[in-house]
């Protein structure tokens, strides 16, 4: 029995965890049994834990207008300082689940591998809001695939402790000025280059 019980933890281990390469976090984090392999080249980022939604906060007194205004003036922003220092965006999702593995985190698919590396390799010593940006590669090559369909749906029964990304709504008015000026200055950058 003893034996057999070794064998299946055995095997567990060897098997990957389909969170960890899904969505780039899993709930149990370094405790999981299935296998957490990070990635050497990739496309996409993991920032982890940066955004703090008022909203979470219990004694949050600000209108559902203005925790919009919040997330999408911090989009903006943080769009336009990575596309500009490091390259080009592809997509930009940030999670709005509340569990700690998920809450907060940043994920950035680019257009090459060397900008992700170069996004991980620089960001990883900087700061935001006086925190440390801790900033990794991560195997989500869909973002969409990681989002949570029945989030997307308005019908998650798991609320913000679903282990799939519960992407934040940004507006499509902002999503086009900032993919469209991307548009442009890279487009500059090439005929100047």
Same mark, same amino acid.
């Given at each position: 029995?003893?034996?057999?019980?070794?064998?299946?933890?055995?095997?567990?281990?060897?098997?990957? /965890?389909?969170?960890? @390469?899904?969505?780039? +976090? /899993?709930?149990?984090?370094?405790?999981?049994?299935? &296998?957490?392999? #990070? #990635?050497?080249?990739?496309?996409?980022?993991?920032?982890?834990?940066?955004?703090?939604?008022?909203?979470?906060?219990?004694? /949050?007194?600000? *209108?559902?207008? +203005?925790?919009?205004?919040?997330?999408?003036?911090?989009?903006?922003?943080?769009?336009?300082?990575?596309?500009? *220092? @490091?390259?080009?965006?592809?997509?930009?999702?940030? +999670?709005? %689940?509340?569990?700690?593995?998920?809450?907060? %985190?940043?994920?950035? &698919?680019?257009?090459?591998?060397?900008?992700?590396? $170069?996004?991980?390799?620089?960001?990883?010593?900087? =700061?935001?809001?006086?925190?440390?940006?801790?900033?990794?590669?991560?195997?989500?090559?869909?973002?969409?695939?990681? /989002?949570? &369909?029945? =989030?997307? %749906?308005?019908?998650?029964?798991?609320?913000?402790?679903? %282990?799939?990304?519960?992407? +934040? $709504?940004?507006?499509?008015?902002?999503?086009?000025?900032? @993919?469209?000026?991307?548009?442009?200055?890279?487009?500059?950058?090439?005929?100047?280059?």
């Amino acid at each position: 029995m003893l034996e057999n019980d070794r064998k299946e933890n055995f095997r567990d281990r060897d098997e990957k /965890c389909s969170f960890y @390469y899904r969505v780039g +976090a /899993c709930r149990h984090g370094e405790a999981c049994e299935k &296998k957490h392999m #990070p #990635p050497v080249r990739s496309y996409s980022v993991l920032i982890k834990n940066l955004y703090f939604f008022p909203s979470h906060n219990p004694e /949050c007194t600000m *209108t559902e207008l +203005a925790i919009q205004e919040h997330l999408e003036l911090f989009y903006e922003d943080f769009f336009t300082e990575i596309g500009i *220092t @490091y390259g080009y965006i592809i997509d930009m999702v940030i +999670a709005l %689940n509340i569990s700690d593995h998920l809450l907060g %985190n940043i994920y950035i &698919k680019f257009s090459r591998e060397e900008e992700a590396i $170069k996004c991980v390799e620089k960001l990883n010593t900087r =700061f935001y809001a006086d925190r440390l940006i801790c900033v990794e590669l991560c195997h989500v090559d869909n973002l969409i695939k990681a /989002c949570c &369909k029945e =989030f997307e %749906n308005l019908e998650c029964l798991r609320a913000g402790f679903c %282990n799939f990304i519960h992407r +934040a $709504k940004i507006s499509q008015e902002l999503l086009d000025e900032l @993919y469209d000026a991307q548009e442009i200055m890279y487009e500059m950058k090439n005929r100047l280059s």
